[in-house]
């Protein structure tokens, strides 16, 4: 049977006195609560709050948007390439619990992408990047602190292949958002042009930045989920020469399926130790755009002396 909320807030309170207990009131107030990473829009949110909202840090919650591992390959190529779908997932509400608890944090507690230990046609190639990144991103400007996915080894939506210990694709998307894309988020307002120019190709490009606040830094991942089409990015109100010096992460593979990536047309090492050489591309001269092939994704480092780091981000001393 299903454990009810007053159950689930039991057994939290249970915990939290054992924290107590063991290490004293003074040290316990050092561990982070977060739960109880159900589905967002269960009613066990609303029943279970309320009983335990003092003691917990964050409030967690488990979803996987692209529905089932197994079976259809195709339906899982359509849904992690569908940004109108995945906006949709990203923008469930969750505005009654920052309102109504505005100490408590959000977390996406669990997500693979699709359940199941994902399909192994998909979750571990190339294309699994774009739901993910959309997710960190999205789910980031939706007030979320924290992202867990599911996993880093284990299953078919594993970030280090469990058999040759190497990177899978995400990994690397992984690795560039923690590293680019600082903790605080920032809105911009972007302005795309297309090779291939309708407005439905224009509708398939997301941009989110956010900003380092020690270094000074903003971060930029662009999306571009056009199966035909350059696009070029500018940022509203801001000149070519606002935006250099600047680094760029262009992340590319030959296709959706491949189990391999080129960061600026070169394939990124990893070494046994964990360290790495992913070399970005420095842009100095301001006549150059922003730039991403059809179904890609980028990160832009902007310099701290650069305009639009000090305009979103503060002055560099």
């Known amino acids: 049977r299903n454990v009810t909320a007053l159950e689930d807030a ?8 054992l924290l107590q207990d063991v290490f004293g009131k003074e040290k316990a107030h050092s561990f982070r609560l977060i739960g109880p990473d159900q589905e967002l829009a269960g009613s066990l949110y609303r029943d279970f709050l309320p009983l335990v909202h003092d003691i917990l840090w964050g409030v967690s919650w488990h979803d996987y948007p692209l529905g089932p591992g197994y079976g259809n390959v195709d339906m899982l190529d359509q849904r992690m390439m569908q940004a109108s779908l995945l906006d949709e997932w990203a923008a469930q509400d969750s505005t009654v619990i920052s309102t ?19 399909n192994k046609e998909a979750n ?10 959309h997710g960190l991103g999205r789910l980031a400007q939706n007030k979320h602190s924290m992202f867990c996915r599911q996993t880093f080894i284990g299953g078919n939506y594993e970030l280090v292949d469990k058999h040759s210990h ?17 903790r605080e988020v920032r809105f911009v307002n972007v302005v795309t042009e297309m090779t291939k120019s309708d407005k439905e190709a224009s509708d398939n490009v997301r941009v989110f930045a956010h900003c380092n606040l020690e270094q ?5 991942l662009i999306i571009n989920f056009n199966g035909s089409g350059d696009v070029s ?31 600026n047309g070169k394939h990124p090492v990893v070494n046994p130790d964990g360290t790495d050489h992913l070399h970005p591309r420095k ?35």
Not at 124 to 133: E, G, S, V
Not at 166 to 182: D, E, H, Q, T, V
Not at 216 to 220: A, T, V
Request: proline residues 5%; glycine residues 8%.
């Open 100 to 118: 109504k608890y505005p100490n408590l944090k959000l977390v996406m507690g669990e997500t693979g992408g699709a359940w199941n230990s994902g």
């Open 166 to 182: 190497g990177p899978n694709p995400s990994y690397f998307a992984a690795l560039l958002f923690k590293r680019i894309m600082g």
């Open 216 to 220: 000074k830094q903003l971060g930029l």
């Open 283 to 317: 842009v100095m001269d301001y006549e150059r755009k922003i730039l991403l092939d059809p179904q890609s994704y980028g990160f832009i480092q902007f310099s701290q002396h650069s305009a639009i780091s000090q305009q979103k981000c503060g002055p560099y001393r």
């Open 124 to 133: 571990n190639r190339f294309m699994d990047a774009f739901w993910y990144l």
């Open 233 to 263: 990015v500018d940022l509203e109100g801001s000149s070519m020469s606002d935006l250099i010096p600047r680094d760029e992460y262009l992340v590319t593979a030959a296709s959706l399926r491949s189990k391999s990536v080129l960061i």
């Open 10 to 17: 039991a057994g939290f309170k249970q915990f939290h006195q």
